[in-house]
């Protein structure tokens, strides 16, 4: 009987262990979708295709400074610009109207704009705010008809590419 007992126990002490290696796993799953931004001169490149709106995972600051985002967005069309990491085998529209890309810097926490510029196709941009270290923030793109444009089309897609420096 005293084995069967032993037994028992150690089932339940594997059990428990196995259930606590578990939760540290499922912590830093999570915690790895958290991107960490310091001091940078532009060196980190971000491509996406964007199909009317995106807004980036969190982005903690590590750094105290003024952020600056640099983007530029052009039209999908097929053959036009090659975005590997998000596009989609579908062929793209050869045409799409012109539109204008709003950029914006939100406080994770809250959801509040900190900043926002936006700008035409083929316009390279900068986008700046002072930022905190230990700040959250979150980068929200919004692809939309330009004004004046008499066909607005159901959805706009664009490629954009971005950096960050922190000075």
Same mark, same amino acid.
């Given at each position: ?26 912590i830093t799953a999570h915690a790895a ?50 975005c590997p990491k998000n596009c989609t ?9 012109? =539109?204008? /890309? ?6 994770? #926490?809250? %959801?509040? @704009? ?7 196709? +083929? ?17 929200? =793109?919004? /692809? ?6 008499? #066909?607005? %089309?159901? @959805? ?7 950096? +960050?420096?922190?000075?």
């Amino acid at each position: 009987m005293s084995k069967k007992i032993i037994s028992q126990t150690t089932r339940v002490l594997t059990c428990l262990l196995l259930l606590v290696a578990l939760s540290f796993v499922s912590i830093t799953a999570h915690a790895a979708g958290t991107e960490n931004w310091g001091a940078s001169n532009y060196d980190i490149l971000e491509k996406f295709r964007v199909k009317d709106t995106n807004l980036t995972p969190v982005k903690t600051i590590t750094k105290t400074g003024l952020l600056s985002i640099k983007y530029y967005a052009v039209p999908c069309r097929e053959g036009h610009l090659s975005c590997p990491k998000n596009c989609t085998a579908e062929k793209e529209k050869r045409y799409f109207s012109p =539109f204008t /890309v709003t950029v914006q810097i939100r406080n994770a #926490k809250t %959801g509040r @704009t900190l900043a926002r510029c936006a700008t035409d196709e +083929y316009v390279q941009h900068t986008i700046s705010y002072k930022v905190k270290a230990g700040m959250k923030i979150q980068i929200f =793109f919004d /692809v939309s008809t330009k004004a004046g444009e008499r #066909k607005p %089309g159901p @959805t706009r897609v664009a490629h954009i590419q971005y950096q +960050y420096r922190i000075k």
